[in-house]
C-alpha cells in the first residue's frame, strides 16, 4: 500500500534556530500534500495544503512567514519552522494524497515531535 | 463546508466487551468519511472509509462502520474489545477534489481487563 515517510521522528532545537521536516511519497505520486499540527490530547489542525510546483495554501491563522512550505517534486514536501520558540512544541503530521487511489487515499506519515527548548 | 463530531472524548469498555464510538458529520456536498487510529507519538492509520459505495464498511481489525444518512451517523464498532485496541480514535470527513481531511476532536478508547 501506500507509505509516507517522515523525517525526522522527533527533533529538539534551540529557540530561534530554524527546523525542516520532510514528508516523502515512497510508492506513489502525491499531487497535494497536507500539513497538521497536534497538541498533546488534540485532534490534528490543518496548517495548510501543498500541491507540487506552487505556493501552498494556509489556513487562517497560521504564519505562513514561520511556517515554510516547499513541494518541490511529486513525491517531496517539507515543512520548515523558522525561528522557533517553545510555543511551536508540537507534533506535525504530514499527509499525502494519492490522486491514483480515487477519493479517500489520503496516506499519513508517522509524525515529527518538535520541542524547542 | 463539513465537520464531524465525535460524541465522548473517552470511551472504557472491558476486555471482550463490544465497542461503539460515535460519529456524526455534516457535509453539504456527498461526504467521503473515515476513521483513523492513532497510537501515542505516531501517526494515523486508516481503520476504514466510506466513499459512497456499501454503507457498511468494514475495515481492519475486525472494526465497522455504517453509513446512516438519515442520522449523518458514520459509527465505529467493534464486537469484542481488545487490550491492543486500547488508542485515540478520529472520525475524519472530506468533499471531492484535493481538500484536506477534517476531523473530529477523538476519542480515547480505554481497554480494562
Same mark, same amino acid.
Given at each position: 500500500g501506500a507509505v509516507v515517510s517522515q523525517h525526522p521522528s522527533w527533533v529538539i532545537c534551540k529557540s530561534g534556530t530554524s527546523v525542516?521536516? &520532510?514528508?516523502?511519497?515512497?510508492?506513489?505520486?502525491?499531487t497535494t500534500m497536507f500539513w497538521y499540527r497536534q497538541f498533546p490530547k488534540q485532534s490534528l489542525m490543518l496548517m495548510a495544503t501543498s500541491? &507540487?510546483?506552487s505556493k501552498a495554501t494556509y489556513e487562517q491563522g497560521v504564519e505562513k512567514d514561520k511556517f515554510l512550505i516547499n513541494h518541490a517534486s511529486l513525491t517531496l514536501s517539507t515543512l520548515t519552522v523558522t525561528s522557533a520558540h517553545p510555543e511551536d512544541s508540537s507534533f506535525y503530521i504530514c499527509s499525502a494524497r494519492d490522486g491514483g487511489a480515487g477519493e479517500g487515499g489520503y496516506t499519513f506519515g508517522s509524525g515529527t515531535r518538535l520541542t524547542v527548548v | 463546508a463539513q465537520s464531524v463530531t465525535q460524541l465522548g472524548s473517552h470511551v472504557s469498555v472491558s476486555e471482550g466487551a463490544l465497542v461503539l464510538l460515535r460519529c456524526n458529520y455534516s457535509s453539504s456536498v456527498p461526504p467521503y468519511l473515515f476513521w483513523y487510529v492513532q497510537y501515542p507519538n505516531q501517526g494515523l492509520q486508516l481503520l476504514l472509509k466510506y466513499t459512497s459505495a456499501a454503507t457498511l464498511v468494514k475495515g481492519i481489525n475486525?472494526?465497522?462502520?455504517?453509513?446512516?444518512?438519515?442520522?449523518?451517523?458514520?459509527?465505529?464498532?467493534?464486537p469484542s474489545a481488545?487490550?491492543?485496541?486500547?488508542?485515540?480514535?478520529?472520525?475524519?470527513v472530506s468533499g471531492t477534489g484535493r481538500r484536506a481531511l477534517t476531523f473530529g476532536s477523538g476519542t480515547r478508547l480505554q481497554v480494562q481487563p
Amino acid at each position: 500500500g501506500a507509505v509516507v515517510s517522515q523525517h525526522p521522528s522527533w527533533v529538539i532545537c534551540k529557540s530561534g534556530t530554524s527546523v525542516k521536516i &520532510e514528508c516523502r511519497s515512497l510508492d506513489f505520486q502525491a499531487t497535494t500534500m497536507f500539513w497538521y499540527r497536534q497538541f498533546p490530547k488534540q485532534s490534528l489542525m490543518l496548517m495548510a495544503t501543498s500541491n &507540487e510546483g506552487s505556493k501552498a495554501t494556509y489556513e487562517q491563522g497560521v504564519e505562513k512567514d514561520k511556517f515554510l512550505i516547499n513541494h518541490a517534486s511529486l513525491t517531496l514536501s517539507t515543512l520548515t519552522v523558522t525561528s522557533a520558540h517553545p510555543e511551536d512544541s508540537s507534533f506535525y503530521i504530514c499527509s499525502a494524497r494519492d490522486g491514483g487511489a480515487g477519493e479517500g487515499g489520503y496516506t499519513f506519515g508517522s509524525g515529527t515531535r518538535l520541542t524547542v527548548v | 463546508a463539513q465537520s464531524v463530531t465525535q460524541l465522548g472524548s473517552h470511551v472504557s469498555v472491558s476486555e471482550g466487551a463490544l465497542v461503539l464510538l460515535r460519529c456524526n458529520y455534516s457535509s453539504s456536498v456527498p461526504p467521503y468519511l473515515f476513521w483513523y487510529v492513532q497510537y501515542p507519538n505516531q501517526g494515523l492509520q486508516l481503520l476504514l472509509k466510506y466513499t459512497s459505495a456499501a454503507t457498511l464498511v468494514k475495515g481492519i481489525n475486525g472494526f465497522e462502520a455504517e453509513f446512516k444518512k438519515s442520522e449523518t451517523s458514520f459509527h465505529l464498532t467493534k464486537p469484542s474489545a481488545h487490550m491492543s485496541d486500547a488508542a485515540e480514535y478520529f472520525c475524519a470527513v472530506s468533499g471531492t477534489g484535493r481538500r484536506a481531511l477534517t476531523f473530529g476532536s477523538g476519542t480515547r478508547l480505554q481497554v480494562q481487563p
